[in-house]
């Protein structure tokens, strides 16, 4: 969907899953789980285009009867924002490897607006890290650039309680 005055579509968001047991959930130390946030395109053809924002974190949920046991990661980032003025470079996609804010796009002249950078969100709840997407920038004369797409979350729900995903 492009926002007002953007020229190019945000990044896809990174949808949801749901991990559920009756016994137990262990995820180990090299395991990764990850909905990451797509970055936006950048611009091209024309001066003074504007990017749409990033992607938003997707959702993580995990239900067992006992506390799952999560040595690896959860991670859901949320991707960057494209640059914005007349020939710039894409936001990163949401990382799902390490903990790092997904960067901005580049401009390609001094007028136009480096993208913003992704929202973090990993581990249950986001405890172990939670920031959010940074907002759009105003173009000197150039293009803007859309906000960063936000953490998305990661919730761990034990005992027997029926939880769904709506």
Sequence with gaps: MLRRGAQQA???GG????ISASGTITIGAAGVLSAAGGGSPGTAG???LSSGGGGSGGGILLVAASTPTLSGAARVHGGGSGGGSDTTTAGQNGHSADNTAATG?????????????????????CAVVSQPGVAGVHGGGGGNSG????????????????TSCN
């Design 10 to 12: 945000g990044g896809g």
């Design 15 to 18: 949808g949801a899953f749901e």
């Design 46 to 48: 024309g001066s003074d």
């Design 105 to 125: 796009g580049t401009s390609s002249d001094g007028a136009g607006a480096h993208g913003a950078a992704g929202g973090l969100c990993a581990g249950a709840a």
């Design 147 to 162: 906000g960063g797409g936000g953490g998305g979350r990661v919730q761990v729900t034990t005992g027997t309680t029926t």
